[in-house]
Structure formats: C-alpha cells, structure tokens
C-alpha cells in the first residue's frame, strides 16, 4: 500500500462517475455517480494525509467537511427530485424541457 | 506483502466493483444499494489509512444518512419497476470513451508527476496514529487558534441550516395540491 496506488484507486472510481453521469438518463443515477466522484476525492484527500502532510489531522477534517457540504447539496438535489415528481415532472433528464436553457 | 497490502488490495478490488455496479445497474434502487456498498468498502479503507474518524463520519453521515435518504426518494418517486428508457447506444459508447478518456489522463498525470516527486516529511508514526482520532480533530475543529478550523467549521453549520430550510421549502406540498406522481 502507497501513494501511487490509492491514486490510482481514486482515479478509476472518479472515472466510474464520469462514466456514470454521461451515461445515466435518471437523475438519481447522475446523483449517485456524482457521490461516488465526491468519494474518490475523499480517498485523495486521506491517502496524502496518511503519506505526504506534515499535519495528518488537517486530511481528516477537510473530509469531514466535504461530507456535510455533500449532505448539504444532496438534501437540495433530493429535495428538487421531489418537488419535480409532485409536479408531474418525469426524472429523466433529457425531458425536463423546462429546466433547458 | 504484508497483511496490510492484502486488505488494502481486497478492499480496492471491492471498492472498485461496487463503484462499476453503481453506475451500471440498470435497476435505481440496486445503483443506491452498489452505491452502500462502495462508501462503505471506503469506509474501511479510511481506517487502514488511520483516519478513524473519517471513517466513523463516513459510515454515519454518509451511509446511515445521505444513502439512506436517497433510497427514500427512490422509493417515494419511483414505481416499482418502472425504468427510465437508456441512453442512445452511440451515446453510452461516447460516455465508455469519455470516461475512458479522462482515467488515462489522471493516470498521465500521475505518472508525470512521477519526475517531481520529492520524499516529502513523513509524520512519525505515532502521530499518525494519533492524528486521525476523535481527540485531535475536536480540537483543531473548534480552536481558534491560526491552524484551528472555527471559522469554516461555524460557516458549515449556517450552510447545513440553509440547506435544511431549503430543502424542506423546497420538497413541501403546495396548498390545493390534488394529488401526487406524473400522469
């Protein structure tokens, strides 16, 4: 176990949500693929404080700060999947006319 | 290799894995569930890289809540059964190449990085050990001393309470609402 291979680990889970939100039509598909992008920069973030910081706390707390700033964004986005469904609105993305530019 | 090694190549085997289902699930509820599984395989990951805290933070925010309250969603929104028609074939080749495209880039960049990579200051392994625990943390998240995180961590705590506001006015049932669902 080193850097280099928790690097290559985030990389390829990153890869998955990119895969996964150009791929996914449901929204909460393209949800979770953005959870799981969030989750492999978690991975960077305590792999180089567990190796390189001269300060392996500061590693901890900025993951603890992107899970609630995650809850945060996520309890918004479900809340918006709701109040689409209540207005009749389907969840696929590539209808929801009203919300194109 | 040493116990470490094969724990930490077990559970990137699983991380991994869960992560593809997540995102090739065809079935919403089974994606959320791949999903569980992959945050928690990081989970352990976490606690091989002595970051306990993290690691407890992961599984109680994020699994027991965030997933949580997407499979609610799923199972409030979704009928049973129901799926969402797929993308155009072209179109998920495209995401494959895309996807494809932008791993190998990060593994260039790594490997670039390779020539730059200086032997940076290790931390003594007691203090590594100790870094990661609930003591450290709660200090340096409430002192306001120059490397303490007070500020940001009072701007979260107003931040999650405009979330909740939010998302509670957002997701509320309008007056006269005659129903639910799509038509």
């Known amino acids: ?101 | 290799m040493n116990i470490t090694d094969v724990l930490f190549y077990a559970d990137a085997a699983l991380i991994l894995g869960s992560a593809v289902l997540a995102v090739s699930l065809r079935h919403v509820l089974h994606a959320a569930l791949a999903l569980m599984m992959a945050l928690f395989s990081t989970a352990g990951l976490f606690l091989l890289l002595h970051a306990e805290f993290a690691a407890l933070v992961q599984v109680l925010v994020y699994i027991g809540g965030v997933v949580i309250f997407i499979v609610y969603t799923i199972l409030l929104t979704a009928h049973l059964g129901e799926e969402v028609p797929r993308s155009h074939p072209a179109k998920q080749l495209g995401a494959l190449a895309g996807a494809l495209l932008f791993c190998a880039l990060l593994l260039a960049v790594l490997w670039a990085g390779r020539a730059w990579e200086v032997p940076a200051a290790h931390a003594a392994d007691a203090a590594l050990a100790q870094a990661g625990g609930v003591k450290g943390i709660g200090r340096r998240l409430l002192s306001a001393a120059p490397d303490g995180f007070l500020v940001p961590f009072e701007i979260v705590s107003l931040l999650l309470l405009a979330a909740l506001v939010g998302a509670i006015s957002i997701a509320r049932k309008p007056a006269g609402d005659p129903g639910e669902g799509p038509k």
């Open chain 1, 1 to 101: 176990m080193n850097l280099t291979a928790c690097l290559v680990l985030a990389a390829l889970v990153f890869a998955c949500g990119v895969f996964g939100m150009l791929r996914n039509r449901h929204i909460i598909n393209i949800l979770i693929s953005i959870e799981l992008m969030l989750n492999a920069v978690m991975i960077n973030f305590i792999a180089f404080a567990h190796f390189r910081a001269a300060d392996p706390t500061a590693g901890s707390v900025f993951v603890i700060f992107i899970i609630a700033l995650t809850s945060a964004e996520m309890a918004v986005a479900l809340a918006v999947v709701i109040a689409l469904y209540r207005q009749r609105h389907p969840l696929d993305v590539e209808r929801m006319k009203r919300l194109h530019g």
